[in-house]
T-cell receptor, first 114, second 111 residues
């Protein structure tokens, strides 16, 4: 079974802090994704990566950056956390083949910015 | 831009009923459609994936159908159980890598 592990289930940080959210997958997937989920807005893509050191902006990249130095690990960085970044953050991964493969999600990190 | 709509937003049924959840999307140029389950405060669990060339997929008591030309999918749950209570999300994969999600249907199955 695919395992996507997010380093923290709950995280509380202060405004202005630099915040790192970590995600690791164990299935050698090429594609990795960061989404945020907010009530009434659903899931929205922040960034995705299709290979090591490769990244593409999603729908809402402002205020975020990402890092993918190794295939299995994809980090989301909040450069200077703000209260409007309080949300549930979900990481996903998928295999890259000719036919689109399912995305597998981690358990999420509920981040509160005070 | 792809818009995904799920109806109803919430549903409450007694245990044992068969039920149908609906998903519609505006752009029929999709690669696949995926149904997920989300328990409160948890991540997403993939239930079924239907490739654009397929019409339906089945897993246990779940059956998902896809009508790409009309932009619709349904998730059929047979003989519902209290353990089926969760939010069900539909997502489509289009020209980009990302999934476009609906806002979900919150299902409550009462004993």
């Amino acid at each position: 079974d695919v395992k996507v592990t997010q380093s923290s289930r709950y995280l509380v940080k202060r405004t202005g802090e630099k915040v790192f959210l970590e995600c690791v997958q164990d299935m050698d997937h090429e594609n990795m994704f960061w989404y945020r989920q907010d009530p009434g807005l659903g899931l929205r893509l922040i960034y995705f990566s299709y290979d090591v050191k490769m990244k593409e902006k999603g729908d809402i990249p402002e205020g975020y950056s990402v890092s993918r130095e190794k295939k299995e690990r994809f980090s989301l960085i909040l450069e200077s956390a703000s209260t409007n970044q309080t949300s549930m953050y979900l990481c996903a991964s998928s295999l890259a083949t000719g036919e689109r493969q399912p995305q597998h999600f981690g358990d999420g990190t509920r981040l509160s910015i005070l | 831009k792809q818009e995904v709509t799920q109806i109803p937003a919430a549903l409450s049924v007694p245990e044992g009923e068969n039920l149908v959840l609906n998903c519609s999307f505006t752009d029929s140029a999709i690669y696949n459609l995926q149904w997920f389950r989300q328990d409160p405060g948890k991540g997403l669990t993939s239930l079924l994936l239907i490739q654009s060339s397929q019409r339906e997929q089945t897993s246990g008591r779940l059956n998902a159908s896809l009508d790409k030309s009309s932009g619709r999918s349904t998730l059929y749950i047979a003989a519902s159980q209290p353990g089926d209570s969760a939010t069900y999300l539909c997502a489509v994969s289009g020209s980009g890598y990302a999934l476009n999600f609906g806002k979900g249907t919150s299902l409550l199955v009462t004993p």
